[in-house]
C-alpha cells in the first residue's frame, strides 16, 4: 500500500510540477548538454560554484544520445545563475567559464561556436516563440554588426531534464566577439588610452560607471549611468576613466547645448552613425520594451581605428516582437523610443529610461533621412516579409521535436500546458492554444510592424524639418483632401526665387510622380494632383529647394 502511495504522488509530481528525470529523456536531434553540480545549489553572481559538464553532439547529424560519450566537452565549469528580472523566474538561465582542472581558462569551441570560455545558456522562459533572441541577433549580425551566434541544445541538471536551452557567446572583448583594441593597466596616455571600451546603459546600482551629465528629459530628474564593462569596475584604471569620461562629457554637451548638426564637429564626429541607425531599426521592428534603455551597449575603438561610438552589440529581446504587455510594447503602431517622453504619467515611477540624445538624434533630418534610406535598402533584402519570414520558420523547424518535451515540462507562465494562460497579461492569450499559433502571431504582428514603419518612417524626416521650415520661410501644407480619390491639391511656400522640386513617392521611397522641376518665385503655389493611375495607398510628397526638404504623407482611397 505504501509504496502505491509513494509510485501514485511520483506520477502526479511528473503531471503537475512537470519536471522529468534524465531516464525519461534518452536523445535528440539537438545537441545534449548534461551539468552535475555535486549536490551545490547554484548562486546568482559570485562566487561561483565548480561543476562538471558534458556535451554530446554528433556533427554528422546523427542523432545525439544520452548514453552517448561527451564528444564535444567534458570537464570543469563555473557556473552562476544570470540575469536580473530573469534570476527570479522558476527557469533559470546560466552564466558559465570552460576551466582546466587547476581552475585557470580553458579555451574551447562549444557546438561549432568560435573558441572562448565565457558563455551563457539562455533559457527562452517567457518567450514562447522560442526564438526572439536567436531571431534579432541573426538580424544584427546580417545588417554587419557583431551579436551572439547561438546554438540550440537541450539540457539536463543534476539529472533532471530542464528543456531547450539556447548557448550563446557572453559579451565579451574578443577577435571572435566583440573586435576592439585590449587595454591594459598600462595605456594611460596617447592613442593607447583612447580605446577599447564597452558600456553598458543597464539597471543601475549594479555597477560603477559615468553618470549622465544631463537629465533624460527637460521635466525629468531621472539620471542615467554608462556602466563600466571593460575594463572591468575594479581593473579600470583613473586614467581611463578620465578620459572615456571626458569623451562621453563632451558628447552630451555637444548633443544638449552645441550645435550637433554641424557635418565636422557635429554627432558624427563621436558616432559610427551607421551602428546607431541599425541599432535603432532593430529596436523599432521589434518594439524592444527594454530598447535603449537596458541591457544597451556602447563600443569605443582606439582613436587609430576610427575611435567612434558603436551602438550594441545587440542584447536581450525577450520582451519584444509583441512580447510585452506594458508601455505599449504588445502595438504594432507607435514609435517604442518616443514612448518614453515627458507627457506619460508614469515617467515619476520608471528610473529606467532612454539616454536623452537619442530622442535628438530621432528627431534630427540628417540622421532621418539615413535612417528612411537604409530602412527601405533592408525591406529589400533581410527584412522583407518573406524573408523574415522564412527566416522565422527556420529558426522554428529546428527545434521542432524538441520542443514537445520542453513545453511538458516548462509550461508556458501562468499554465501548466499549451492550452491555456500563456501569458497572464498578454491581449492574445485567448487566441493562442498551440505553438503554431504562437509562431502565426508572432509572424503576423512582425508584418505588420514593418507595414506600419513603411508608412510612417517617411514622417519622422518631414517633422524633423518642421522647425527649419519655419526658421527659413519655407512651407509644405497638408495636402487637401486627405484621404482623396483620386484628386487633391498640394500648396507651399517660398521665401526667396528658387529652384523647386516636388515629387511623390512610394512606400519604398522611390519618386513615382513628378509634380514641380523648375525655378519658382517667391510667395504661396499650388499644384493640382491627379492619381487616377496610382494604386490606392500611402504615399509621400517631397519638397525640395536648394539644401532645404520636407515630407508628408498622403492617403490615397480608390
Not at 569596475?233 to 586614467?239: F, K, L, M, S
Amino acid at each position: 500500500m505504501t509504496v502505491r502511495i509513494i509510485l501514485f504522488i511520483f506520477l502526479i509530481s511528473q503531471s503537475v510540477f512537470g519536471w522529468q528525470t534524465s531516464g525519461d529523456f534518452t536523445s535528440s536531434n539537438l545537441p545534449i548538454v548534461i551539468i552535475n553540480t555535486n549536490d551545490q545549489d547554484i548562486p546568482y553572481d559570485d562566487p561561483r560554484i565548480i561543476a562538471e559538464m558534458q556535451i554530446i553532439y554528433q556533427e554528422n547529424g546523427e542523432r545525439n544520445l544520452v548514453s552517448d560519450s561527451a564528444n564535444n566537452y567534458s570537464g570543469n565549469i563555473s557556473l552562476e545563475i544570470r540575469g536580473e528580472s530573469s534570476a527570479t523566474w522558476d527557469i533559470k538561465s546560466y552564466g558559465f567559464e570552460t576551466q582546466n582542472e587547476d581552475g585557470s581558462n580553458r579555451n574551447v569551441s562549444l557546438l561549432g561556436l568560435p573558441e572562448d570560455n565565457d558563455w551563457v545558456l539562455h533559457a527562452p522562459y517567457f518567450d514562447r516563440s522560442l526564438l526572439r533572441n536567436v531571431l534579432s541577433y541573426h538580424l544584427s549580425r546580417e545588417m554587419g554588426w557583431y551579436a551572439s551566434r547561438t546554438v540550440y541544445c537541450e539540457v539536463i541538471l543534476n539529472d533532471e531534464y530542464q528543456g531547450i536551452y539556447v548557448l550563446m557567446e557572453k559579451i565579451k572583448k574578443d577577435k571572435n566577439r566583440v573586435d576592439i583594441a585590449t587595454l591594459s593597466p598600462e595605456e594611460i596616455s596617447g592613442d593607447d588610452v583612447t580605446g577599447g571600451y564597452i558600456l553598458r546603459v543597464d539597471k543601475e546600482g549594479w555597477s560603477s560607471g559615468i553618470d549622465s551629465s544631463f537629465p533624460t528629459t527637460e521635466h525629468s530628474n531621472v539620471i542615467i549611468r554608462y556602466q563600466y564593462y571593460y575594463p572591468k569596475a575594479d581593473e579600470i584604471t583613473p586614467e581611463q576613466e578620465e578620459y572615456i569620461g571626458g569623451f562621453i562629457q563632451d558628447f552630451e554637451e555637444l548633443m544638449h547645448d552645441g550645435d550637433y548638426t554641424d557635418p565636422i564637429n557635429g554627432y558624427s564626429k563621436y558616432l559610427n552613425v551607421d551602428s546607431f541607425v541599425d541599432y535603432l531599426i532593430l529596436n523599432e521592428l521589434s518594439r524592444n520594451v527594454d530598447g535603449y534603455r537596458l541591457s544597451s551597449y556602447l563600443t569605443k575603438q582606439k582613436d587609430s581605428d576610427g575611435g567612434k561610438l558603436i551602438a550594441g552589440p545587440a542584447w536581450d529581446y525577450n520582451f519584444s516582437y509583441g512580447n510585452a504587455g506594458y508601455y505599449e510594447a504588445e502595438r504594432t503602431e507607435g514609435w517604442q523610443l518616443l514612448y518614453f517622453n515627458d507627457d506619460q504619467n508614469f515617467l515619476r515611477n520608471d528610473n529606467f529610461q532612454v539616454p536623452f540624445w537619442w530622442k535628438i538624434l530621432f528627431n534630427d533630418g540628417d540622421f532621418t533621412k539615413r535612417l528612411n534610406q537604409r530602412w527601405f535598402q533592408l525591406r529589400q533584402g533581410i527584412l522583407s516579409s518573406d524573408s523574415l519570414n522564412n527566416t522565422i520558420d527556420g529558426f522554428a523547424d529546428i527545434t521542432t521535436e524538441a520542443r514537445t518535451r520542453n513545453f511538458e515540462v516548462r509550461p508556458a507562465p501562468g499554465s501548466n500546458n499549451l492550452g491555456g494562460g500563456w501569458f497572464p497579461y498578454d491581449p492574445r492569450n485567448n487566441q493562442i492554444q498551440s505553438y503554431e499559433d504562437e509562431l502565426t502571431l508572432t509572424k503576423n504582428w512582425i508584418v505588420e510592424r514593418a507595414n506600419w514603419i513603411d508608412s510612417n518612417i517617411g514622417l519622422l524626416t518631414a517633422n524633423a524639418n518642421e522647425d527649419k521650415s519655419k526658421v527659413q520661410g519655407f512651407k509644405l501644407m497638408q495636402n487637401y483632401p486627405n484621404p482623396f480619390n483620386p484628386t487633391t491639391q498640394i500648396a507651399f511656400e517660398i521665401p526667396t526665387a528658387s529652384h523647386v522640386a516636388l515629387s511623390i513617392y512610394n512606400v519604398q521611397g522611390q519618386a513615382i510622380l513628378e509634380l514641380v522641376n523648375r525655378t519658382l518665385n517667391s510667395g504661396r503655389h499650388q499644384v493640382d494632383v491627379n492619381a487616377s493611375q496610382l494604386s490606392s495607398g500611402v504615399y509621400f510628397y517631397r519638397l525640395t529647394v536648394e539644401d532645404f526638404q520636407q515630407t508628408r504623407k498622403m492617403m490615397l482611397i480608390k
